[in-house]
T-cell receptor, first 113, second 114 residues
Framework: DAMVIQNPRYQVTQFGKPVTLSCSQT?????MYWYQQKSSQAPKLLFH???????NEADTPDNFQSRRPNTSFCFLDIRSPGLGDAAMYLC????????????FGPGTRLTVT | QKEVEQNSGPLSVPEGAIASLNCTYS??????FFWYRQYSGKSPELIMS????GDKEDGRFTAQLNKASQYVSLLIRDSQPSDSATYLC??????????????FGRGTSLIVHP
């Protein structure tokens, strides 16, 4: 089945230790998104790509970076995680044409100790 | 600042009742509207999309859109305990370059009690 996959599902890292989260998709969608979601809050958009065209939200901290080496894969790098970065990180995709629906991966729960 | 507002709840309904979830948005030129269901600790799952004024039905779910009043709602008929979740409303912002930035509400927590 076509889907959005995120790895790992759970990640524990130490304060200040870099971490990389990955997302892959078999939907062949042009657009990919990274969201951060904290408890009882709306998903907060960090980055999105239209193909390789990278878009950084204005309030995304410099501590967060992203890479999209090809259509299928996208990575979120957190250079120096702080306690405030503990959250669920969601990857989503969308086709550039046709229906506007976003499809989310299962998320990665990041814990910072 | 484009905003999407939802009552955080919790909205508590008995099993078998109709649950009504509401969402208002500030951007008048919004074109696409979505409802997602999110179980605790899980990612959002798309339930309904609606693009035109009026009602759209899918099984026990009905989405209602009124662009003049800038609100969109989700009705869940014959509510089941398994419907207990947070329901997120998302509205498409205008964007350029073919990309698409939705704005999410904070979600309404629904509790269906037996």
């Amino acid at each position: 089945d076509a889907m959005v996959i995120q790895n790992p599902r759970y990640q524990v890292t130490q304060f200040g230790k870099p971490v990389t989260l990955s997302c892959s998709q078999t939907l062949n969608h042009n657009v990919m998104y990274w969201y951060q979601q904290k408890s009882s809050q709306a998903p907060k958009l960090l980055f999105h790509y239209y193909d390789k065209d990278f878009n950084n939200e204005a309030d995304t901290p410099d501590n967060f970076q992203s890479r999209r080496p090809n259509t299928s894969f996208c990575f979120l790098d957190i250079r120096s995680p702080g306690l405030g970065d503990a959250a669920m990180y969601l990857c989503a995709t969308r086709a550039a044409s046709g229906p506007n629906e976003q499809y989310f991966g299962p998320g990665t729960r990041l814990t910072v100790t | 600042q484009k905003e999407v507002e939802q009552n955080s709840g919790p909205l508590s309904v008995p099993e078998g009742a109709i649950a009504s979830l509401n969402c208002t948005y500030s951007d008048r030129v919004s074109q696409s509207f979505f409802w997602y269901r999110q179980y605790s600790g899980k990612s959002p799952e798309l339930i309904m999309s609606i693009y035109s004024n009026g009602d759209k039905e899918d099984g026990r779910f009905t989405a209602q859109l009124n662009k003049a009043s800038q609100y969109v709602s989700l009705l869940i008929r014959d509510s089941q305990p398994s419907d207990s979740a947070t329901y997120l409303c998302a509205v498409r912002q205008s964007a350029s370059g073919g990309s698409y930035i939705p704005t999410f509400g904070r979600g309404t927590s629904l509790i269906v009690h037996p």
